[in-house]
C-alpha cells in the first residue's frame, strides 16, 4: 500500500519514509531515504539514518559480491559519519591491496582501540606486506627488488599501475617469459579463470605482444565483472594504448607529408581535380584540393603555401587570372609556381598566362603523363630530400 501511494504521490515524505522502514532488502531502504531527502533536505529522521542505511546496504551488495558498488557506498558511509566503526571495517575487508587495507583498519584502531577484528586483520595485512616477492608470472619466490612492480627474478612488469612502463621493452628475460607465457596458456585451457587469463595477458605485454595482452586482460575483466580494481586498470591501460597508437600514427602521418612537396589543384572540375590528384599522388606528391579561388586562402591557411598552384582559368566568380594575381600580391605565394589549367589554345592565352605570372600552360583534356611531366619539370620530386 506504501508503494501504490508513493506511486500516487512521488513527493509524500511521509509515504517515502515509510516505506524505508518497512522495506525487507536495506538496499530498497537506502533508495527511499534518498528519495525522502530528495524531497526535504532537512529531513532529520532520514539525515540520522542514511549512514546506517548505506552500511546496510554495503554489507547485501558485498554478500552479492558487488563489491564496486559496496565500496561506494561504504566510503559514503565513512564520509558522513567518520567514526562509523563498522563501515571503516567492511572497507578494510574490500580493499584491494594490503595497504589500503592496513590503511582502513588503522581509522578503526583510532576509534576502538579494543576491536579484535581490527587487530586481527591488522596482522593478517601486515603479514602480507612483509612477504618474500610471489611473481605471478616465473611463480619465482624470494627476497623482493628495488622496483616493487618488477618481479627480481625475470625482471617482467606484474602491475599495470603504470601503463607507459609497457611503451618501450621491459627487459625482462624473454627465455624465462616464454617459458612462463607457454605455462600459463595451458594452465588457461585447462582451468579458464581470470586469474590465469590476468597473467597471460601481463606476460604477452612483457613479450611486447600488446594486441594479445590486451585480448587476454579484456577477457580477464569480462569473466570478473564485479572486481571494479581489474576493470579500472584494464580500461586505463587500453586508454593509454589508444591515445600512444593515435599520437604515433600521427607523428607517421606528419613525418610522410613533410617529406612530399605539396600542389594545390584549383579547378571547379571534380573530375579534373580527382584526375590530377590520382596521377600526381601516385608519383609521390601532397595533393590538396579547392574547387574555386575563394577556397585557396582557407587552404593556405589550413596547410600552409605549397610548392605549387595548379590554377583552372575558367571558373565560376574569381577565374585563373584573377587568383593569379592576388597570389603574386601575397608575400606567402608571392613565389610559388603556377601552372595554368584551361581549355582554351592559342598564343594569346598562352602569353596572357605568362603576363599573369604563369610557368606552364597545359590545355585540357591532357595526358597524365605529360601533366607529370610538366609538374615534375618545376617541382622535381628530389625535393622530398628537404
Known sequence: MLRQVTELEPSNELAWLWLANTAEDPRETLVCIRKVLEINPTNEYAAA?????????????????????????????????????????????????????????????????????????LAHFQSQVAAKWNCPICEYRGEAGPNTHACPRCRSVVSLENPAAFDAPTGADRRLLEEAAHRIYADLQSHPTPAN??????????????????????????????????????????????????????????ATTATKPSIFVVDDSPTIRKLVSVTLGTAGYQIVEASDGYEVADRVRQHGAPALFLLDINMPGLDGYQLCKLLRQS????????????????????????????????TKPFDPQKLLAAVTKVVPLERRIG
Open 49 to 121: 539514518g542514511l549512514a546506517d542505511a548505506l552500511c546496510r546496504a554495503g554489507v547485501v551488495a558485498a554478500k552479492a559480491e558487488d563489491r564496486a558498488q559496496a565500496k561506494l557506498w561504504f566510503a559514503e558511509a565513512t564520509d558522513l559519519a567518520p567514526r562509523n566503526e563498522t563501515a571503516w571495517l567492511w572497507r578494510a575487508g574490500l580493499a584491494d591491496t594490503p595497504e589500503e587495507g592496513i590503511e582502513l583498519l588503522q581509522f578503526v584502531i583510532a576509534i576502538n582501540p579494543n576491536n579484535e577484528r581490527a587487530k586481527q586483520g
Open 331 to 362: 608575400a606567402e605565394t608571392s613565389r610559388v609556381p603556377i601552372i595554368f589549367l584551361t581549355g582554351k589554345e592559342g598564343f594569346f592565352n598562352k602569353l596572357r598566362g605568362q603576363w599573369a605570372g604563369a610557368v606552364e600552360y597545359l
Open 197 to 254: 587469463a590476468f597473467k597471460l595477458g601481463l606476460a604477452y605485454l612483457n613479450l611486447g605482444y600488446a594486441d594479445e595482452g590486451i585480448k587476454a586482460l579484456q577477457s580477464a575483466v569480462k569473466s570478473r565483472p564485479a572486481d571494479g580494481a581489474w576493470k579500472g586498470q584494464v580500461l586505463r591501460f587500453v586508454k593509454h594504448r589508444e591515445t600512444a597508437r593515435k599520437l604515433a600514427d600521427e607523428e607517421s602521418r606528419r
